[in-house]
């Protein structure tokens, strides 16, 4: 199983970028996708998740809502996070995570799958 969290990089505030998390050895829209980001000396921080595609409601944590949404491609096995008028806050490592059991609604129970991270960094 390989989790890839992509698309990353350095935006000035009230840019854009979209974030991509691809699987290989799993179809993602079996499960709850979760996104992550953890900022330089603070803990990680769940951003949102989607359910899986049975369900297909997503959710998003009041910092971010109104300004990023998720949604999932399963012809291309990819969930995405678009992320808008972003913020210096919002500078982290974003990390997509596969949720269990299979056919969650969000929350999953737990994570069990975790990709690597992509760097997002809001500065001018």
């Known amino acids: 199983v390989q989790l890839q969290a992509s698309g990353g990089g350095l935006v000035q505030p009230g840019g854009s970028l979209r974030l991509s998390c691809a699987a290989s050895?799993?179809?993602?829209?079996?499960?709850?996708i979760g996104w992550f980001r953890q900022a330089p000396g603070k803990e990680r921080e769940g951003v949102s998740c989607?359910?899986?595609?049975?369900?297909?409601?997503?959710y998003l944590v009041d910092s971010v809502r109104g300004r990023f949404t998720v949604s999932r491609d399963n012809a291309k096995n990819t969930v995405y996070l678009q992320m808008n008028s972003l913020e210096p806050e919002d500078t982290a490592v974003y990390y997509c995570?596969?949720?269990?059991?299979?056919?969650?609604?969000?929350?999953?129970?737990?994570?069990?799958?975790w990709g690597q991270g992509t760097l997002v960094t809001v500065s001018s």
């Open positions: 989607i359910s899986s595609s049975d369900d297909g409601s997503t």
């Open positions: 995570a596969i949720g269990a059991p299979l056919g969650s609604s969000c929350p999953p129970l737990r994570y069990d799958y």
């Open positions: 050895g799993f179809t993602l829209r079996y499960y709850a």
